[in-house]
């Protein structure tokens, strides 16, 4: 009889063992599941990043790169017709989140900005408010459009002026 009542405690004792093995198994995958949820949740606020259909999610924004070299005129001809106008920048996270779309390490190369002087000033095309400006100081008061190159200094340009093309849209 003792060996009987042994083997049913023993018996207990590694189902309570198992039980307890079992729960805290439990409660780490738990844990590891709000901590993913966690991180998706962050990554569904306003600095995602997301492919979709070769546009680039950022910021509640979409933003694409064609990297074709072209004037200013065409570069914005070539954003409306993708229902986008050429990117406006309102901040240095901005500016490098746009460089690290099509920036070739190998080529010093400049992206057109949505920018446009009319007499005095300038505005940006999607109409957006002109909060961050990251001016180049050497340039002069005689151009129209502007690009923005690796430095992230924005330089003044005229339609002659060659860049590469990153379109911004809304949705």
């Not at 079992?22 to 606020?45: F, N, R």
């Not at 600095?47 to 070299?69: E, H, R, S």
């Not at 050429?86 to 989140?97: G, W």
Request: proline share 2%; net charge negative.
């Amino acid at each position: 009889m003792k060996r009987k009542s042994f083997l049913l405690i023993l018996a207990l004792f590694t189902v309570e063992i198992a039980s307890d093995d079992c729960q805290a198994k439990l409660e780490k995958k738990q844990k590891i599941i709000e901590e993913l949820k966690e991180q998706l949740m962050s990554m569904d606020g306003n600095n995602d990043v997301t492919m979709c259909d070769d546009w680039t999610k950022y910021q509640g924004k979409f933003y694409k790169l064609i990297p074709v070299a072209t004037s200013h005129k065409e570069a914005e001809e070539v954003c409306q017709k993708q229902g986008a106008q050429l990117v406006s920048i309102h901040s240095d996270e901005e500016a490098n989140f746009v460089l690290d779309l099509g920036l070739d390490p190998n080529r010093n190369q400049n992206f057109h900005l949505g920018l446009s002087k009319n007499g005095d000033k300038w505005s940006w095309s999607d109409g957006t408010e002109m909060n961050y400006t990251k001016w180049d100081s050497s340039q002069g008061n005689d151009f129209k459009w502007a690009v923005l190159p690796p430095s992230k200094r924005w330089y003044k340009i005229n339609d002659d002026d060659w860049g590469q093309i990153i379109c911004k849209r809304a949705n």
